[in-house]
């Protein structure tokens, strides 16, 4: 009587199992479907390029990917061997954390096959984003 109760028992779980499966597929499905949209949606933009080199993030007049064309700042940021770090200086809404969110969502949307708002970049080639 045990055993049949196991084998119900594991009928049940790969049945749940195959239906989150299910919901993990249409997850991936939805966040694809996002960056195509974005990438249709902003022709302008540029997929970025990949180096094997040391820590390297090089754009070239980058802006903010939410903020409209027109209202939009754009900085160069050119992080490599040679320049290491910023150190990121200005008044009162002067726009230093759009500039660090920028940089935060634009490496985010590089790394997820995603084209950036700027127009040439280059980013260190992580193990996880060679898939």
């Given at each position: 009587?045990?055993?049949?109760?196991?084998k119900?028992?594991?009928?049940e779980r790969?049945?749940?199992l195959?239906?989150?499966?299910?919901?993990?597929?249409?997850g991936?499905?939805?966040?694809?479907?996002?960056l195509?949209?974005y990438?249709y949606?902003?022709?302008?933009?540029?997929?970025?390029?990949?180096?094997?080199?040391?820590?390297?993030?090089?754009?070239?007049?980058?802006?903010?990917?939410?903020?409209?064309?027109?209202?939009?700042?754009?900085?160069?940021?050119p992080?490599n061997?040679?320049?290491?770090?910023?150190?990121?200086?200005g008044?009162?809404?002067?726009g230093?954390?759009?500039?660090?969110?920028?940089?935060?969502?634009?490496?985010?949307?590089?790394?997820?096959?995603?084209?950036?708002?700027?127009q040439?970049?280059?980013?260190?080639?992580?193990?996880?984003?060679?898939r």
């Amino acid at each position: 009587m045990q055993e049949l109760q196991d084998k119900s028992d594991l009928r049940e779980r790969l049945h749940l199992l195959g239906e989150f499966s299910f919901l993990f597929a249409w997850g991936e499905f939805e966040a694809l479907m996002a960056l195509a949209s974005y990438a249709y949606e902003h022709p302008d933009n540029t997929f970025p390029r990949f180096s094997q080199n040391a820590a390297i993030l090089e754009c070239q007049a980058l802006g903010h990917p939410l903020l409209p064309a027109d209202s939009c700042v754009r900085n160069d940021i050119p992080w490599n061997e040679h320049e290491r770090f910023y150190i990121i200086d200005g008044s009162t809404m002067s726009g230093k954390s759009t500039l660090l969110r920028a940089i935060g969502l634009s490496t985010a949307l590089a790394y997820a096959g995603s084209p950036v708002c700027a127009q040439p970049c280059l980013c260190l080639a992580f193990p996880f984003a060679l898939r």
